[in-house]
């Protein structure tokens, strides 16, 4: 979502979703509606939250830094927000960002009116697209590749405001789910590959959009379908809803990871249960990566499901061998190396009274930098675990993620610089192994992955980027040419 590169949370060593959004159009207290939801997606996204609503005849915006029931939860908040239609959105801080004008939805008044947008992904030709429209004149207010929307629109011809947004995207790279919102109505729209999720509900007479199903549990709203991949649906006040697939036929390549970790349990994405997947995910490890232990223990919270999976297969006892804070928030200031270090425990601690004197199998979601797996596994080994086993969720994580999730560059990936016997040594553990490509695939219901035409975004695990990356290129020729500068034709 940032033109900067981002950060993960404190330890670096967690895969974080960047972002995300709720729409409701035709609603009686739609900015309400908006904040509830936006409760349910806080986990993509807890460093700010911002609502833009429409009255019929003005915009009105409220954002801020820190949780939704930081910025949210009064009714003077919400009596400021006051229409029929709303959008709202959650995101994690990024180097470089400058406060609150990176804060989301972003407005523009247009010459059509006022024009909101709230935007979950990463468009990977933002920086070029950025600079031409900057030599053509515009002028940015924030550093958000979503910015790159709002001037593809404000800057084309075409007569509809609907077509020049179609037109916008058609210029675009990477993913994108958008919640758009203008005077004639709201428009959402997924990239044409659909790689990041975005579903459709309905309240009574309302419309309602989100990043993720749970959102509709919590405002009472009713699952309709998702939005398809390229599909750009317009609802007016009327309550008329019109669907355009104006990208042409493509394969679908949906993120795999909303099944293992972004994704809250309590989901339904691509027509499966988020909770059901990861389990067969544990089922799956256990099927393909079997070991002799007395227990199975969780790293809390992202990797329960998994293990409840792993112990029912395999029959290992499931314990809560640790367990976690629920009460600790970022610390942003660590004197010494000794507490930052010390973050882990403040989060998580052993049961000593159930691992002392067993055999563990640990299970997680994911490897990233691997600091945090270390710490864990000393935990268990200092609570008197006799032998630690650490079991992953998914394949390991080897490369950059260019489409709205912060991942460190690849080479502080510790999947990018070491197989899995040295990843193993540098955790400690007495065996690492990692659930295969194939497995995880059919854990989601899917067959084993064609490597022809992938049936998800899986770049993560395998370097198989599904689109252009002409951002990413730009900066590489430019770091090759400092670097070489002989091999330059003068």
Do not use: W
């Amino acid at each position: 979502m940032n033109l900067t590169h981002p950060f993960l949370d404190e330890d670096g060593d967690k895969l974080r979703e960047e972002c995300g959004v709720f729409g409701a159009i035709n609603a009686t207290d739609a900015a309400a509606a908006t904040a509830l939801g936006l409760h349910a997606l806080q986990h993509r996204g807890q460093e700010a939250a911002g609502i833009t609503s429409f009255d019929g005849a003005e915009f009105f915006t409220r954002r801020g830094l820190g949780h939704v029931a930081e910025n949210f939860s009064s009714q003077e908040a919400i009596a400021e927000l006051p229409g029929m239609m709303a959008a709202g959105h959650v995101r994690y801080s990024t180097t470089g960002g400058a406060g609150l004008r990176n804060v989301q939805p972003l407005y523009a008044d247009l010459a059509s009116g006022g024009f909101a947008v709230a935007h979950n992904g990463n468009i990977s030709n933002a920086r070029v697209l950025r600079d031409d429209l900057v030599r053509r004149g515009s002028i940015f207010q924030s550093t958000s590749d979503t910015e790159v929307i709002i001037h593809l629109v404000a800057t084309s011809r075409y007569p509809t405001i609907m077509d020049r947004l179609i037109d916008a995207l058609r210029l675009l790279e990477g993913a994108y789910a958008l919640i758009v919102m203008t005077p004639e109505g709201m428009i959402a729209c997924r990239d044409p590959l659909g790689i990041r999720p975005l579903q459709m509900g309905r309240i009574g007479d309302a419309t309602v959009f989100a990043s993720e199903t749970v959102a509709f549990d919590v405002v009472g709203a009713q699952f309709v379908r998702q939005v398809e991949p390229g599909e750009v649906i317009k609802v007016d006040f009327e309550g008329n809803i019109d669907s355009l697939h104006p990208f042409g036929d493509h394969a679908p390549r949906p993120c795999i990871f909303e099944h293992v970790y972004f994704s809250r349990p309590d989901s339904v994405f691509d027509g499966r249960s988020i909770y059901e997947a990861r389990k067969a995910i544990g089922a799956e490890l256990a099927r393909e990566k079997p070991v002799e232990a007395d227990l199975v223990v969780p790293v809390p919270d992202s990797g329960v499901p998994a293990a409840i999976g792993y112990a029912q297969e395999s029959g290992i006892p499931f314990e809560l061998g640790i367990i976690r804070s629920h009460y600790v928030g970022r610390t942003f200031i660590q004197p010494s190396d000794g507490i930052r270090h010390a973050g882990v425990k403040r989060k998580h601690n052993a049961n000593r009274a159930l691992v002392e004197g067993k055999r563990i199998v640990l299970i997680d979601d994911s490897i990233v930098r691997g600091t945090t797996s270390l710490q864990i596994v000393e935990m268990m080994r200092d609570a008197g675990a006799t032998e630690v086993h650490f079991r992953v969720a998914s394949p390991p994580t080897a490369h950059s993620c260019f489409y709205g999730v912060d991942t460190p560059e690849r080479s502080k990936l510790l999947a990018a610089r070491m197989d899995v016997e040295p990843m193993r040594e540098f955790i400690r553990a007495d065996s690492l192994a990692f659930v295969s490509i194939d497995g995880l695939y059919r854990a989601v219901g899917e067959k084993p992955r064609n490597s022809a035409c992938p049936q998800f975004c899986d770049a993560c695990f395998t370097g198989d980027y599904p689109t252009s990356l002409t951002d990413m290129a730009r900066r590489e020729d430019k770091q090759h040419k400092l670097a070489f500068p002989s091999e330059q034709v003068a």
